[in-house]
């Protein structure tokens, strides 16, 4: 029993309010929504499951909008979804095309994304930081220049940006993720539909190298109108300045391609050319007295239709080095599959003979996906600017207007594909499926089956086709793509090559375009991709640590981690300088001694 002055101290206290509780408190705590008395272990709502507790009216994030990075408001009640959809319809710049207004800056750290109302600019990777992260140990920092750091920046493609998200949702908790999360598909959705239709025509219109000229909607003799268009061409140079030092914000980059694409199509009293003339292939000013204008959006982006430098080497060698992924991934695929044998064995499957097909499986899946793919424009014509290769022939013109590319390849016969077919025929598929059929053979001799019918496959003759396809065209792709880095080469120093394409010196031309540094450094890149690519993950996201036949101890992996790095060296690397010479040696068909001259004058500045 408390004595007298127990009792006294037990008057000052309060009781806990949670029903279990009862502890009595001297230093209550009072919930503000149910204004009850709690202890210290019971005052959080979730603690007593505060009857008077509203979550939408609390614990609401604002998320940012992935695409200009600005901060969406919820209001209370709101579903996050709804605003953000909102946003992306009527406010968000990149969606609407409405230039900008500066929005307050966020912290550049991953997962924080404060908005920041006095920016700390950190001074080695030049990006904007809240107070807490304004020091390089605080930001994970990555010493580049400006420029380069701007470009990193800007060449965030759409998914990296989701990937961004994703990180600010899981750090901004569980109310913004279903927003975030419906936001990131969208933008996917969005990106894919505003590819497929990017408005080709205005990348086609040629854009006068002459000063402003009159869009076509407004009086080109008014005053006013001669104003606005004379402050409108003066902003777009300033960003054209801003955009060769790279200091555009990916935005500005965005509306400095469109208002690009505006002007072309207004396009000024000239007579229209199918085709931006990217290039003078003669050396002289090419007749339409057009050149065009490139704006870097992005060092990995193929997209020719937007306007940007398509013969700058490092975009080039940005794009060979995304199809290094490309490719990684999709091997992957292909080797959870045994080799199946049967499917590049022309005349294996009496099904196709009977449809009159007299070649093996694979050739029949390439011979119908062309055939889809050619209808749906997928192959430009040849020897202007494809940069993908059918593997068959005689295949349907394309049901839609084909795209007027610009000029950038000088027209040119080459297709190594079938060089491409046999080798992953003969070498990659047998080594890349080595394991998966070995394991095949296994499960077969515990079934009795023995001798080649232990070997011969696993009956995923559609799932293998598929991704067969898929591998041989991000090979084609990035082989030929060997045309642009010789482009590229040639017309930074065409009297370099011009000597030797004339004497048809194959080693000569082969040795100017080989860089053993560039091919090393490509080499040892590709190994920690395929080791890091190829490990397999666990539940929780932790990696599966036990040894495997690669001899790369403690990591599990997926695939023949040497096998895709042999692949390189010794075919795809060789076979792309040989489409690098090829393509030289065609390089100056067609053109007279005069045009020849004029070349040797030029030099890329
Ligand atoms: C592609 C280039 O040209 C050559 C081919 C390379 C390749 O196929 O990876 C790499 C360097 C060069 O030897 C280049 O210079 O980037």
Same mark, same amino acid.
């Given at each position: 029993?408390?004595?007298?002055?127990?009792?006294?101290?037990?008057?000052?206290?309060?009781?806990?309010?949670?029903?279990?509780?009862?502890?009595?408190?001297?230093?209550?705590?009072?919930?503000?929504?149910?204004?009850?008395?709690?202890?210290?272990?019971?005052?959080?709502?979730?603690?007593?499951?505060?009857?008077?507790?509203?979550?939408?009216?609390?614990?609401?994030?604002?998320?940012?909008?992935?695409?200009?990075?600005?901060?969406?408001?919820?209001?209370?009640?709101?579903?996050?979804?709804?605003?953000?959809?909102?946003?992306?319809?009527?406010?968000?710049?990149?969606?609407?095309?409405?230039?900008?207004?500066?929005?307050?800056?966020?912290?550049?750290?991953?997962?924080?994304?404060?908005?920041?109302?006095?920016?700390?600019?950190?001074?080695?990777?030049?990006?904007?930081?809240?107070?807490?992260?304004?020091?390089?140990?605080?930001?994970?920092?990555?010493?580049?220049?400006?420029?380069?750091?701007?470009?990193?920046?800007?060449?965030?493609?759409?998914?990296?940006?989701?990937?961004?998200?994703?990180?600010?949702?899981?750090?901004?908790?569980?109310?913004?993720?279903?927003? %975030?999360?419906?936001?990131?598909?969208?933008?996917?959705?969005?990106?894919?539909?505003?590819?497929?239709?990017?408005?080709?025509?205005?990348?086609?219109?040629?854009?006068p190298?002459t000063a402003a000229t009159s869009s076509s909607k407004s009086n080109p003799f008014s005053k006013t109108d001669r104003r606005a268009r004379a402050e409108r061409e003066s902003r777009r140079k300033?960003?054209?300045?801003?955009?060769?030092?790279?200091?555009?914000?990916?935005?500005?980059?965005?509306?400095?391609?469109?208002e690009?694409?505006e002007l072309?199509q207004s396009g000024g009293?000239?007579?229209?050319?199918?085709?931006?003339?990217?290039?003078?292939?003669?050396?002289?000013?090419?007749?339409?007295?057009?050149?065009?204008?490139?704006?870097?959006?992005?060092?990995?982006?193929?997209?020719?239709?937007?306007?940007?430098?398509?013969?700058?080497?490092?975009?080039?060698?940005?794009?060979?080095?995304?199809?290094?992924?490309?490719?990684?991934?999709?091997?992957?695929?292909?080797?959870?599959?045994?080799?199946?044998?049967?499917?590049?064995?022309?005349?294996?499957?009496?099904?196709?003979?009977?449809?009159?097909?007299?070649?093996?499986?694979?050739?029949?899946?390439?011979?119908?996906?062309?055939?889809?793919?050619?209808?749906?424009?997928?192959?430009?014509?040849?020897?202007?600017?494809?940069?993908?290769?059918?593997?068959?022939?005689?295949?349907?013109?394309?049901?839609?207007?084909?795209?007027?590319?610009?000029?950038?390849?000088?027209?040119?016969?080459?297709?190594?594909?079938?060089?491409?077919?046999?080798?992953?025929?003969?070498?990659?598929?047998?080594?890349?499926?080595?394991?998966?059929?070995?394991?095949?053979?296994?499960?077969?001799?515990?079934?009795?089956?023995?001798?080649?019918?232990?070997?011969?496959?696993?009956?995923?003759?559609?799932?293998?086709?598929? %991704?067969?396809?898929?591998?041989?065209?991000? %090979?084609?792709?990035?082989?030929?793509?060997?045309?642009?880095?010789?482009?590229?080469?040639?017309?930074?120093?065409?009297?370099?090559?011009?000597?030797?394409?004339?004497?048809?010196?194959?080693?000569?031309?082969?040795?100017?375009?080989?860089?053993?540094?560039?091919?090393?450094?490509?080499?040892?890149?590709?190994?920690?991709?395929?080791?890091?690519?190829?490990?397999?993950?666990?539940?929780?996201?932790?990696?599966?640590?036990?040894?495997?036949?690669?001899?790369?101890?403690?990591?599990?992996?997926?695939?023949?981690?040497?096998?895709?790095?042999?692949?390189?060296?010794?075919? %795809?690397?060789?076979?792309?300088?040989?489409?690098?010479?090829?393509?030289?040696?065609?390089?100056?068909?067609?053109?007279?001694?005069?045009?020849?001259?004029?070349?040797?004058?030029?030099?890329?500045?």
């Amino acid at each position: 029993m408390a004595s007298q002055s127990e009792q006294h101290l037990l008057s000052v206290g309060k009781q806990c309010s949670h029903q279990t509780c009862g502890l009595v408190d001297f230093l209550p705590f009072k919930c503000q929504h149910c204004e009850g008395s709690f202890c210290q272990e019971h005052f959080m709502v979730s603690a007593h499951k505060c009857p008077k507790y509203d979550e939408t009216k609390y614990n609401r994030v604002s998320p940012n909008c992935p695409l200009c990075n600005v901060v969406v408001a919820v209001r209370p009640g709101q579903d996050a979804n709804e605003a953000v959809e909102n946003h992306f319809l009527r406010d968000c710049s990149v969606m609407t095309g409405k230039i900008k207004t500066k929005s307050t800056p966020t912290c550049a750290r991953v997962r924080c994304g404060k908005t920041l109302f006095a920016p700390i600019r950190c001074n080695k990777c030049n990006q904007q930081f809240c107070p807490a992260h304004r020091f390089p140990t605080d930001h994970n920092c990555s010493p580049t220049s400006a420029a380069a750091q701007n470009k990193t920046t800007t060449s965030l493609t759409a998914n990296s940006r989701l990937l961004n998200l994703n990180a600010k949702a899981s750090a901004a908790g569980g109310a913004a993720v279903g927003a %975030i999360k419906t936001m990131a598909t969208n933008v996917q959705a969005q990106a894919t539909a505003s590819r497929a239709s990017a408005a080709p025509a205005k990348a086609t219109q040629p854009v006068p190298t002459t000063a402003a000229t009159s869009s076509s909607k407004s009086n080109p003799f008014s005053k006013t109108d001669r104003r606005a268009r004379a402050e409108r061409e003066s902003r777009r140079k300033a960003m054209q300045e801003r955009a060769k030092k790279g200091l555009l914000s990916e935005e500005e980059k965005l509306a400095l391609a469109r208002e690009e694409a505006e002007l072309a199509q207004s396009g000024g009293g000239k007579d229209k050319k199918d085709c931006v003339v990217m290039n003078d292939f003669t050396g002289a000013v090419d007749n339409s007295g057009f050149s065009a204008v490139h704006v870097e959006l992005s060092d990995h982006m193929e997209n020719f239709t937007i306007g940007h430098d398509p013969l700058s080497l490092e975009r080039i060698r940005g794009v060979l080095v995304r199809l290094e992924d490309t490719i990684i991934f999709s091997l992957i695929e292909r080797a959870q599959f045994a080799q199946n044998p049967r499917i590049y064995q022309r005349g294996a499957f009496e099904e196709l003979t009977a449809l009159g097909f007299q070649g093996s499986w694979l050739e029949w899946f390439l011979k119908e996906i062309e055939t889809f793919h050619a209808k749906a424009r997928r192959y430009t014509r040849q020897g202007c600017c494809p940069d993908e290769y059918p593997f068959t022939s005689d295949l349907p013109p394309p049901v839609i207007p084909s795209l007027k590319f610009p000029k950038i390849l000088y027209p040119n016969t080459i297709n190594a594909n079938p060089s491409i077919l046999s080798f992953y025929i003969r070498t990659i598929v047998p080594r890349i499926t080595r394991r998966a059929t070995l394991a095949l053979a296994v499960s077969k001799r515990a079934q009795g089956i023995t001798g080649d019918d232990e070997f011969e496959d696993d009956g995923n003759y559609g799932s293998a086709a598929t %991704i067969d396809v898929e591998v041989l065209q991000s %090979i084609s792709k990035r082989v030929h793509y060997g045309k642009f880095v010789s482009e590229s080469k040639f017309q930074d120093d065409p009297a370099a090559f011009i000597p030797h394409i004339l004497d048809r010196n194959r080693s000569a031309l082969a040795g100017l375009i080989t860089k053993p540094e560039v091919e090393q450094k490509l080499l040892q890149r590709l190994l920690k991709k395929a080791l890091t690519y190829s490990q397999d993950f666990g539940p929780d996201g932790e990696i599966k640590p036990h040894p495997n036949g690669n001899g790369h101890a403690s990591v599990t992996s997926k695939i023949d981690v040497d096998g895709v790095v042999e692949f390189y060296e010794s075919f %795809i690397i060789p076979i792309t300088k040989e489409v690098e010479v090829d393509y030289l040696l065609q390089r100056l068909e067609g053109l007279s001694e005069e045009d020849i001259e004029n070349l040797k004058q030029k030099k890329k500045v």
